[in-house]
């Protein structure tokens, strides 16, 4: 549905066809370039509800606005992809420059440092690690 729709997507090198969307498990990615619209994105998800019983979660759905940073302050501040589209749904979070958004294990969005992000759980780590070397735990698991 997707891959046969009027959605443009990002045109990939080594790829005969445009990128629409990524899938894995329950995740689902959808590319979209300012000329496509949330609407027609949101019909063809429609259409997918009925045809196979599956739910669309608006509610978890994150927009990460990708080009110049005037066109991402653009979208935040009007919610539109482009200034002749409806408005983005209310439940549709849109990310702030530097505000990342956890993807397939990834961290991703505009202006974020992967160092910054992973930061806190490496301290975590290093915390556990240095309670558990506090009760001197054996070099070798002990054997029976």
Do not use: R
């Amino acid at each position: 549905m997707l891959q046969d729709s009027t959605l443009h997507s990002f045109a990939v090198d080594s790829l005969h066809e445009c990128l629409v969307t990524t899938l894995f498990t329950n995740d689902m990615t959808v590319y979209l370039l300012d000329n496509d619209t949330f609407d027609t994105l949101q019909t063809i998800l429609q259409h997918w509800y009925c045809t196979t019983g599956t739910k669309f979660n608006v509610q978890k759905t994150v927009l990460i606005p990708i080009g110049a940073k005037p066109y991402h302050d653009a979208i935040i501040l009007t919610c539109q992809l482009h200034t002749d589209q409806p408005a983005i749904p209310a439940g549709v979070h849109i990310t702030a420059e530097g505000n990342p958004v956890h993807a397939l294990g990834a961290f991703i969005g505009n202006g974020v440092l992967e160092t910054t992000v992973w930061t806190p759980t490496l301290e975590a780590i290093d915390a556990t690690l240095s309670q558990w070397n506090k009760s001197h735990p054996p070099m070798k698991a002990a054997t029976s």
